[in-house]
Nanobody
Framework: QVQLVESGGGLVQAGGSLRLSCAAA????????MAWFRQAPGKEREFVAL????????TYADSVKGRFTISRDSARNTDYLQMNRLKPEDTAVYYC???????????????WGQGTQVTVSS
């Protein structure tokens, strides 16, 4: 079992930035691909960004491409989501998740964090 702890959410004005962190206590963290998903009220949980276990490959949803950057610090067992030029429509609970597959499908993810709220005011 891998436990994930997210942090870094908060309230920010449109155009601002936030950096989310997802930390794991286990060294096996580096064997997994890691993704961020988000869920707004009344909506399905949707894919945001994905990084391969090596950190060499990334994939982004079209809605965040060019604004968000996912990265990995294997020495700290921590992944990050840098979010720039935030928009009100980015408001959601953000979750990190781990999978043995390089996949954008939430059903392929075995381990999930508790979520962190991001609110972007207009």
């Amino acid at each position: 079992q891998v436990q994930l702890v997210e942090s870094g959410g908060g309230l920010v004005q449109a155009g601002g930035s936030l950096r989310l962190s997802c930390a794991a206590a286990e060294r096996t963290f580096s064997r997994y691909n890691m993704a961020w998903f988000r869920q707004a009220p009344g909506k399905e949980r949707e894919f945001v960004a994905l990084i391969s276990y090596s950190g060499a490959t990334t994939t982004y949803a079209d809605s965040v491409k060019g604004r968000f950057t996912i990265s990995r610090d294997s020495a700290r067992n921590t992944d990050y989501l840098q979010m720039n030029r935030l928009k009100p429509e980015d408001t959601a609970v953000y979750y990190c998740a781990l999978s043995g597959r390089y996949s954008v499908a939430k059903d392929d993810y075995d381990y999930w964090g508790q979520g962190t709220q991001v609110t972007v005011s207009s």
